[in-house]
């Protein structure tokens, strides 16, 4: 992983280095990793799907306590909090949990100070850029044929 590569050569640029920078290294290599493995159970435990036992299992499977503390504080608060340098985005984490119904009871009250006037040209600047993506995408069919198409099959 590049920035295991970035933190060997932030913490033991030369070769005599003392073991208070090891353990340095360790822990947050395992932060990282340990964020990454709650971002990707996130995807597959916070699922409704029941239709095999894979999804079952991944639905009902224990969950690691950070994980769970995530979910509980966005479901109580609608608030994330990111840690440190981490790999994945604020956004990252809403876009998954609210994609997968995990949704906030109630929300920050500093939003109720924000006038409607302002939230409504928020939201409009929003679909404007989103509107101006799509217009720039090929469609959907056009992109499987240019990247994905699959070679015509030969009959038997």
Same mark, same amino acid.
Not at 66 to 85: H, K, M, P, T, V
Not at 87 to 108: C, D, K, N
Not at 117 to 142: F, N, R, S, W
């Given at each position: 992983? $590049?920035?295991? @590569?970035?933190?060997?050569?932030?913490?033991?640029?030369?070769?005599?280095?003392?073991?208070?920078?090891?353990? !340095?290294?360790?822990?947050? +290599?395992?932060?990282?990793?340990? !964020? =990454?493995?709650? #971002? @990707?159970?996130?995807?597959?435990?916070?699922?409704?799907?029941?239709?095999?036992?894979?999804?079952?299992? +991944?639905?009902?499977?224990?969950?690691?306590?950070?994980?769970? %503390?995530?979910?509980?504080?966005?479901?109580?608060?609608?608030?994330?909090?990111?840690?440190?340098?981490?790999?994945?985005? =604020?956004?990252?984490?809403?876009?998954?949990?609210? %994609?997968? %119904? =995990?949704?906030?009871? !109630?929300?920050?009250?500093?939003?109720? $100070?924000?006038?409607?006037?302002?939230?409504?040209?928020?939201?409009?600047?929003?679909?404007?850029?989103?509107?101006?993506?799509?217009?720039?995408? &090929?469609?959907? $069919?056009? #992109?499987?044929? !240019?990247? +994905?198409?699959?070679? &015509?099959?030969?009959?038997?």
């Amino acid at each position: 992983m $590049q920035s295991g @590569i970035a933190r060997l050569l932030n913490l033991f640029p030369e070769p005599d280095f003392s073991d208070i920078l090891v353990e !340095r290294y360790n822990a947050q +290599c395992v932060f990282e990793w340990e !964020r =990454i493995r709650d #971002f @990707i159970i996130l995807h597959y435990n916070a699922t409704e799907r029941n239709d095999t036992p894979f999804w079952d299992y +991944c639905r009902t499977m224990q969950i690691p306590d950070s994980l769970r %503390g995530y979910i509980e504080l966005f479901r109580n608060s609608g608030r994330f909090f990111r840690d440190a340098e981490e790999m994945f985005a =604020i956004t990252s984490w809403v876009q998954v949990m609210i %994609g997968q %119904g =995990i949704l906030p009871q !109630r929300y920050h009250p500093v939003v109720d $100070q924000l006038p409607d006037a302002e939230l409504d040209e928020l939201v409009g600047g929003v679909k404007k850029v989103i509107a101006t993506c799509v217009d720039a995408m &090929p469609p959907h $069919q056009a #992109f499987i044929d !240019r990247y +994905c198409k699959a070679p &015509p099959m030969v009959p038997a």
